[in-house]
């Protein structure tokens, strides 16, 4: 590994590739949409490492993760952990959207909205 290498950790990588062989029903979804550069031309990665963190989602020209959240992020300690990644990723430079998975499908078109305005604002 390169000296201060922060994605695609070698240690992750089955772990990545699990991830991404048991997809939920709306990362499937959203996949269909952001897959082979549909939205705006910009390229997306499935399950994607940063440091010790997997992002469902990430474009790295726009350093933007995109998550999907299930019930089990409900939980108050899922919820400090998610804090606590979010603001160290945040410390990386990157710009990070979450979205519950039934917004996905109940409201396709805003969340597809939402994303593409992330990538107009830059910090």
């Known amino acids: 590994m390169r000296t201060g290498q922060k ?3 070698p240690k992750l990588r089955d772990y990545r590739t699990n991830l991404r062989e ?3 029903p709306a990362e499937v979804a959203l996949w269909t949409l952001l897959k082979n550069k549909q939205l705006h ?3 997306f990665r499935r399950q994607h490492s940063i440091e010790n963190f997997i992002a469902d989602f990430y474009c790295a020209t726009e350093k933007l993760i995109i998550e999907l959240d299930g ?3 409900n939980d108050p300690m899922q919820a400090e952990y998610d804090a606590a990644r979010d603001a160290r990723l945040k410390d990386l430079g990157c710009k990070i959207l979450r979205f519950e998975n039934k917004l996905i ?3 396709t078109e805003s969340v597809l909205h939402m994303i593409a305005e992330a990538f107009e604002q830059r910090d």
């Open 7 to 9: 994605h695609s950790l």
């Open 41 to 43: 031309g910009r390229k």
């Open 105 to 107: 499908f109940q409201h």
């Open 22 to 24: 048991t997809p939920t």
């Open 71 to 73: 019930e089990v992020h």
